[in-house]
């Protein structure tokens, strides 16, 4: 497996697949353009050949052309290995047989119950009254189609005989996939009867699971009008976006997505014009969900019910967006009770909605202000009780000192007095964790990692300095992923050209040599003078770094009185020192 996501990358022209995305424009060593991931007028985006890695310099993204084709398309790492071993013409191997083979089963045996439940519901007569029914709702047959919309007919062992009399599947696998159920005698049935079928797909469109809607007419008191799929290795409640796979395109184009609650909500809005839709299902939104669409686009337009599991669903969605830099707007409903009836109602007034959707902060504000008497000090205390715990979720400070203006001015108060109440939530978040302390270390590794990249940049350039610069380092070496690459280089004097020499460079390293090398867009070649100087830099501040350390280590020492240890650091630092001056001598 190993060898052949190697392969496959060899055989992938990184260029040309990122190409298919994003305009490139040769520049120097690399190509260059506006990045897919984040919203940009001058383009910091990078892609190299010879190495086979992107880079974005200004969101941070970045990786191979597997990840780039995980992070555009938002799909797993086997799909898009799929995907690239097609364009390159290599066949796969499952080295994990046994569990790839069980879900290809899995998948298969669902695909088949989608395409049986479509085809009752677009050709079958025990579909006519769901067709009529969805056509009520205005689904559309090219809506059926694209939603894959099906029909599992009101019998208790119409998908059991097609699939296991018929086609000849195992009833454990239609179990582990939970498209039937088993009685207390031990019987099978099926699971889902009489309802209308919504196939849930994952990122690249494969069936993993169903929502089924009980069709009206045959609606009883003891049976749920929503039923779903039980988890299973295919199909994650946390990790599902439904219509995700049919909204992807769009929400990329368009750069954001419009969250709803069920299936129906998301369908209509999609039908309405919408089509970067999609709909959580009936869960709080989870960090999964976030990440899937944070791949495509900055910003989450939510379309909740204005209740007040509407309101702890928006300040979840708040928290875990603010996280991921992402922003949040909200749908304001009105004109009908869901996304579903508003647009089925009229399209016009759903796109409406949508395009004056408030933002988030602006949305808790207004509600705040709406429940409460800004004209009474309660009032004021109430609103600011309510309010203020949003803003200090905002992690730009800028943005943050805006809204603050902004609820000062509706509350009467100076800004002042507002800013200071969110500080106070701030601080009472942090109360605990040691965030200055750590900040200065920050900022230290921060130049540390900058010099170190700079030199594996250089190095990789003109890898006949290594010979020189190699002896300097006498064992000192950085720590972290930069560190170790540079030991790397420093042992393996080749001299190869850069393409080869990737190709040798420890896996877990190879992103960092990427950022290193495009990190520089230079069109000429380093000097051999340049070389040195980074490196007598870097070695500066490791020397520097050591020293501090051990200053510390000393104090500690001589607390407890531990003379031998005193003796020992000395010799260390006395021998630091030494290296210091032969260090600057280089530079003289
Ligand atoms: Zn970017």
């Not at 200090?392 to 509706?410: C, D, G, M, S, T």
Request: proline share 2%; charged share 35%.
């Amino acid at each position: 497996m190993e060898d052949q996501v190697e392969e496959i990358k060899r055989k992938t022209d990184i260029v040309g697949v990122v190409g298919s995305y994003v305009v490139l424009k040769k520049m120097g060593r690399h190509h260059k353009g506006l990045c897919p991931f984040h919203s940009e007028k001058t383009p910091s985006f990078m892609v190299n050949e010879e190495m086979g890695l992107y880079k974005c310099f200004g969101c941070g993204q970045g990786g191979d052309v597997i990840k780039f084709l995980m992070e555009i398309e938002g799909i797993e790492f086997r799909e898009a290995l799929e995907r690239l071993a097609e364009r390159a013409g290599v066949k796969l191997i499952n080295r994990r047989k046994d569990d790839s083979d069980e879900r290809a089963k899995m998948l298969e045996v669902m695909d088949l119950a989608a395409r049986y439940y479509h085809w009752l519901l677009m050709e079958g007569n025990a579909g006519a009254k769901a067709r009529e029914y969805l056509k009520s709702r205005k689904i559309n047959e090219k809506i059926m189609e694209t939603f894959n919309l099906g029909f599992a007919m009101q019998s208790w062992d119409s998908l059991v005989n097609y699939l296991i009399k018929k086609k000849g599947y195992k009833e454990d696998l239609l179990e582990k996939v939970g498209l039937i159920s088993r009685s207390a005698k031990g019987g099978i049935f099926d699971k889902f009867r009489g309802r209308v079928m919504f196939p849930l797909q994952d990122a690249g469109g494969k069936v993993v699971g169903f929502t089924g809607r009980i069709l009206p007419e045959l609606a009883k008191d003891d049976e749920p009008k929503y039923m779903n799929s039980p988890e299973t290795i295919l199909y994650h409640k946390s990790r599902m976006l439904y219509g995700f796979f049919q909204a992807k395109k769009a929400i990329r184009e368009k750069k954001r997505a419009v969250l709803v609650e069920g299936q129906m909500d998301c369908i209509s809005s999609y039908a309405a014009g919408i089509s970067e839709t999609v709909a959580v299902g009936g869960t709080a939104l989870t960090e999964d969900q976030v990440e899937m669409i944070a791949r495509l686009a900055d910003k989450i337009y939510l379309s909740m019910d204005a209740d007040e599991a509407g309101n702890v669903a928006i300040k979840r969605s708040v928290d875990l967006a603010e996280k991921r830099g992402m922003s949040i707007k909200v749908v304001q409903l009105e004109g009908g009770k869901d996304p579903d009836e508003i647009a089925r109602k009229s399209t016009d007034k759903w796109k409406e909605l949508v395009e004056k959707s408030v933002d988030v902060f602006e949305y808790v504000m207004n509600g705040a202000l709406k429940k409460y008497d800004v004209g009474k000090v309660e009032g004021i205390k109430k609103i600011t009780e309510e309010v203020v715990p949003f803003l200090a979720k905002i992690e730009n400070e800028i943005v943050r000192e805006v809204w603050a203006k902004r609820l000062a001015e509706k509350l009467g108060v100076a800004t002042k007095g507002v800013l200071g109440e969110i500080e106070k939530k701030i601080i009472g978040k942090f109360e605990n964790s040691k965030v200055s302390e750590n900040k200065e270390k920050d900022v230290e590794e921060n130049r540390m990692v900058k010099l170190a990249r700079r030199l594996i940049g250089l190095l990789i350039m003109r890898q006949e300095a290594v010979e020189v610069v190699a002896p300097w380092f006498g064992g000192m070496i950085v720590s972290g992923a930069e560190g170790k690459l540079i030991a790397w280089l420093l042992e393996n004097r080749e001299n190869l050209p850069i393409e080869v020499l990737v190709e040798n460079i420890p896996e877990e390293l190879r992103e960092v040599v990427g950022e290193a090398y495009m990190s520089d867009d230079s069109e000429e070649i380093p000097g051999q003078k340049e070389v040195e100087e980074a490196a007598i830099q870097l070695l500066r501040e490791m020397i520097r770094d050591r020293k501090k350390e051990l200053m510390m280590e000393m104090n500690t020492a001589k607390q407890e009185k531990n003379e031998e240890k005193v003796d020992e650091i000395f010799s260390k630092l006395d021998e630091l020192n030494k290296k210091e001056s032969r260090v600057l001598a280089f530079l003289g």
